[in-house]
Protein backbone atom coordinates (compact mmCIF):
# COMPACT_ATOMS: atom_id res chain seq x y z
CA UNK A 1 0.00 0.00 0.00
CA UNK A 2 2.88 2.39 0.90
CA UNK A 3 4.64 1.39 -2.60
CA UNK A 4 1.25 2.69 -4.55
CA UNK A 5 0.83 5.68 -2.64
CA UNK A 6 4.52 6.96 -3.31
CA UNK A 7 4.06 6.10 -7.02
CA UNK A 8 1.11 8.35 -6.89
CA UNK A 9 3.32 10.72 -5.60
CA UNK A 10 5.81 10.33 -7.63
CA UNK A 11 3.47 10.08 -10.85
CA UNK A 12 1.42 13.84 -9.69
CA UNK A 13 4.94 15.56 -8.89
CA UNK A 14 5.60 14.53 -12.48
CA UNK A 15 3.17 16.14 -14.24
CA UNK A 16 3.54 19.56 -11.95
CA UNK A 17 7.09 19.76 -12.68
CA UNK A 18 6.02 18.94 -16.61
CA UNK A 19 3.53 21.77 -16.78
CA UNK A 20 6.49 24.33 -15.05
CA UNK A 21 8.69 23.87 -18.00
CA UNK A 22 6.22 25.46 -20.09
CA UNK A 23 7.20 29.17 -21.34
CA UNK A 24 4.23 31.71 -20.20
CA UNK A 25 4.41 34.80 -22.75
CA UNK A 26 2.45 38.04 -21.29
CA UNK A 27 2.66 41.20 -22.99
CA UNK A 28 4.90 43.52 -21.93
CA UNK A 29 3.61 47.31 -21.22
CA UNK A 30 4.07 49.94 -23.47
CA UNK A 31 6.47 52.81 -22.48
CA UNK A 32 6.18 55.84 -24.87
CA UNK A 33 9.12 57.22 -23.85
CA UNK A 34 10.79 54.75 -25.14
CA UNK A 35 9.36 52.24 -27.08
CA UNK A 36 10.46 52.49 -30.61
CA UNK A 37 8.55 50.13 -33.43
CA UNK A 38 10.75 47.89 -34.64
CA UNK A 39 10.61 48.71 -38.27
CA UNK A 40 9.68 51.73 -38.84
CA UNK A 41 10.98 53.68 -36.28
CA UNK A 42 7.85 55.14 -35.13
CA UNK A 43 7.00 56.26 -31.14
CA UNK A 44 5.02 53.19 -29.70
CA UNK A 45 1.64 54.82 -28.36
CA UNK A 46 0.02 53.27 -25.55
CA UNK A 47 -3.09 52.40 -27.90
CA UNK A 48 -5.20 50.55 -29.62
CA UNK A 49 -2.32 49.66 -32.38
CA UNK A 50 0.52 48.57 -30.51
CA UNK A 51 1.01 44.97 -31.17
CA UNK A 52 4.10 43.06 -29.85
CA UNK A 53 5.85 39.55 -30.66
CA UNK A 54 7.96 37.73 -28.24
CA UNK A 55 10.53 35.15 -30.20
CA UNK A 56 10.92 31.88 -27.90
CA UNK A 57 14.14 32.68 -26.93
CA UNK A 58 12.62 35.56 -24.92
CA UNK A 59 12.78 38.79 -26.93
CA UNK A 60 10.32 41.41 -26.92
CA UNK A 61 9.48 43.46 -30.26
CA UNK A 62 7.17 45.98 -30.19
CA UNK A 63 5.36 47.53 -32.93
CA UNK A 64 3.17 50.84 -33.96
CA UNK A 65 0.83 49.27 -36.24
CA UNK A 66 -0.26 45.03 -37.40
CA UNK A 67 1.42 45.69 -40.47
CA UNK A 68 5.09 46.37 -39.25
CA UNK A 69 4.24 43.28 -37.14
CA UNK A 70 3.63 41.33 -40.38
CA UNK A 71 6.79 42.95 -42.04
CA UNK A 72 9.23 42.11 -39.80
CA UNK A 73 7.92 38.18 -39.69
CA UNK A 74 7.84 38.50 -43.43
CA UNK A 75 11.98 39.88 -42.90
CA UNK A 76 12.21 37.15 -40.14
CA UNK A 77 10.15 34.00 -41.19
CA UNK A 78 12.79 31.63 -39.42
CA UNK A 79 12.57 33.31 -36.14
CA UNK A 80 10.83 31.32 -33.83
CA UNK A 81 7.66 33.20 -32.36
CA UNK A 82 6.70 32.19 -28.77
CA UNK A 83 3.62 34.67 -28.77
CA UNK A 84 1.84 37.45 -30.89
CA UNK A 85 0.07 40.11 -29.23
CA UNK A 86 -2.82 42.48 -30.64
CA UNK A 87 -4.71 45.67 -28.85
CA UNK A 88 -8.52 45.13 -28.53
CA UNK A 89 -9.40 48.56 -30.70
CA UNK A 90 -12.30 49.01 -27.96
CA UNK A 91 -10.65 48.83 -24.51
CA UNK A 92 -6.70 48.44 -25.13
CA UNK A 93 -6.82 44.86 -23.77
CA UNK A 94 -4.12 42.47 -24.70
CA UNK A 95 -5.19 39.74 -26.70
CA UNK A 96 -3.16 36.81 -28.15
CA UNK A 97 -2.95 37.72 -32.03
CA UNK A 98 -4.53 34.21 -32.80
CA UNK A 99 -7.23 34.88 -30.32
CA UNK A 100 -8.34 38.10 -31.59
CA UNK A 101 -10.57 39.06 -34.53
CA UNK A 102 -10.08 41.60 -37.59
CA UNK A 103 -11.94 44.22 -39.30
CA UNK A 104 -9.97 45.33 -42.68
CA UNK A 105 -10.72 48.19 -44.62
CA UNK A 106 -8.25 50.70 -46.70
CA UNK A 107 -10.05 53.97 -45.41
CA UNK A 108 -9.13 53.10 -41.75
CA UNK A 109 -6.92 55.03 -40.50
CA UNK A 110 -3.87 53.22 -38.20
CA UNK A 111 -0.22 54.92 -37.73
CA UNK A 112 1.63 53.01 -40.59
CA UNK A 113 -1.93 53.10 -42.76
CA UNK A 114 -2.20 49.18 -43.01
CA UNK A 115 -6.18 49.42 -42.19
CA UNK A 116 -6.59 46.73 -39.74
CA UNK A 117 -8.38 46.86 -36.40
CA UNK A 118 -8.19 44.08 -33.57
CA UNK A 119 -11.13 42.98 -31.49
CA UNK A 120 -11.46 40.39 -28.82
CA UNK A 121 -14.28 38.87 -30.21
CA UNK A 122 -15.77 38.51 -33.02
CA UNK A 123 -19.48 40.12 -32.01
CA UNK A 124 -17.39 43.45 -31.02
CA UNK A 125 -15.77 43.51 -34.72
CA UNK A 126 -18.99 42.78 -36.35
CA UNK A 127 -20.84 45.57 -34.70
CA UNK A 128 -18.19 48.14 -35.87
CA UNK A 129 -18.51 46.71 -39.44
CA UNK A 130 -21.89 47.65 -38.82
CA UNK A 131 -21.95 50.85 -37.33
CA UNK A 132 -19.05 51.61 -39.84
CA UNK A 133 -21.23 50.80 -42.66
CA UNK A 134 -17.92 49.46 -44.12
CA UNK A 135 -14.71 46.97 -43.47
CA UNK A 136 -14.26 43.07 -44.15
CA UNK A 137 -14.44 40.54 -40.89
CA UNK A 138 -10.65 38.64 -40.56
CA UNK A 139 -9.70 36.00 -38.70
CA UNK A 140 -5.72 35.79 -37.87
CA UNK A 141 -5.42 32.66 -40.34
CA UNK A 142 -7.52 35.12 -43.26
CA UNK A 143 -3.90 37.75 -42.20
CA UNK A 144 -1.54 34.88 -43.31
CA UNK A 145 -2.91 35.53 -46.83
CA UNK A 146 -3.91 39.18 -46.90
CA UNK A 147 -2.02 41.55 -49.43
CA UNK A 148 -0.89 44.51 -46.59
CA UNK A 149 -0.98 46.88 -48.66
CA UNK A 150 -0.80 50.45 -47.53
CA UNK A 151 -2.94 53.49 -48.08
CA UNK A 152 -0.36 56.32 -47.19
CA UNK A 153 -3.47 58.78 -47.15
CA UNK A 154 -5.23 56.80 -44.05
CA UNK A 155 -1.87 57.28 -41.46
CA UNK A 156 -2.73 58.16 -38.31
CA UNK A 157 -0.40 60.74 -36.65
CA UNK A 158 -2.45 60.68 -33.26
CA UNK A 159 -1.11 63.90 -32.20
CA UNK A 160 2.88 63.77 -31.17
CA UNK A 161 2.72 60.44 -33.47
CA UNK A 162 6.64 61.36 -33.61
CA UNK A 163 5.79 63.96 -36.61
CA UNK A 164 9.45 64.28 -37.44
CA UNK A 165 9.35 60.47 -39.23
CA UNK A 166 6.76 61.81 -41.71
CA UNK A 167 8.00 64.36 -43.87
CA UNK A 168 5.68 65.84 -45.96
CA UNK A 169 8.48 65.83 -48.79
CA UNK A 170 8.24 61.85 -49.84
CA UNK A 171 4.63 60.88 -49.73
CA UNK A 172 4.21 60.71 -45.50
CA UNK A 173 7.54 58.75 -44.90
CA UNK A 174 10.86 59.43 -44.11
CA UNK A 175 13.93 58.03 -46.42
CA UNK A 176 14.60 55.40 -43.55
CA UNK A 177 11.07 53.83 -43.40
CA UNK A 178 10.84 53.42 -47.20
CA UNK A 179 13.58 51.33 -47.11
CA UNK A 180 11.99 49.47 -44.39
CA UNK A 181 8.76 48.83 -45.80
CA UNK A 182 9.99 48.38 -49.41
CA UNK A 183 7.61 50.47 -50.44
Known amino acids: MKKTGFLIFVLILVAVLSGCGQPKYQAQPINEATDKCTICNMQVKDDAFAVQLITKEGKTYKFDDLGCMNEWKKQNADAEI ?54 KLMSAADLAAHSWERNKGMMDMGGDHNKNAHSETNGGMSGGDKGMHGK
Open 82 to 135: GAQFVRDYNNKEWIKYEEATYVYDPSFKSPMAYGIYSFKDKAEAQQFIDSQKKG
